[in-house]
């Protein structure tokens, strides 16, 4: 299977990285139904205030529905972990499954589900000032091209 690069990017100044996310951000709920996922890389289970989270093992896993105000999925990618390295997705519901994960430990079918539903990879860059996605999904991937 071979990766055609979509047509769609869009670069900034450093530093306004934080003004494109709420757009993009905005208009997602209109074509996905998901969630976005940030892999907290600076906690691990047991550290104290982590409330409301779930874990794979040792790792935390923070989400936001996208219905969220775009200001609190912008404030996750930035808050949710160090930012540098980021990994973060965006999972849709295309198998018309809620999702939704459970605060706690995820059971691997969770996880699998998570991960098959994958839209959009998050990743940062340029020291953490700006982001690359990697889109996997072609609903997704037309409303990127509609923001050009």
């Given at each position: ?17 934080d003004s494109v996310l709420p757009r993009i951000f905005r208009g997602l709920p209109a ?65 018309g499954q809620t999702l939704r994960p459970s605060v706690g430990s995820l059971s691997d ?40």
């Amino acid at each position: 299977m071979s990766l055609e690069a979509s047509p769609f990017s869009q670069s900034a100044r450093l530093g306004d990285a934080d003004s494109v996310l709420p757009r993009i951000f905005r208009g997602l709920p209109a074509v996905s139904d998901g969630i976005l996922i940030v892999d907290d890389d600076l906690s691990r289970r047991g550290d104290p205030g982590l409330d409301g989270v779930s874990f794979v093992d040792d790792r935390v896993i923070r989400w936001e529905g996208l219905q969220s105000p775009s200001q609190d999925l912008t404030r996750l990618i930035r808050r949710g972990a160090s930012g540098y390295p980021l990994n973060a997705f965006i999972s849709g519901n295309r198998q018309g499954q809620t999702l939704r994960p459970s605060v706690g430990s995820l059971s691997d079918s969770d996880v699998l589900l998570l991960a098959s539903e994958v839209q959009v990879v998050i990743h940062s860059i340029y020291d953490a000032e700006s982001f690359l996605l990697l889109v996997l999904d072609e609903e997704v991937n037309a409303f990127l091209g509609s923001l050009i």
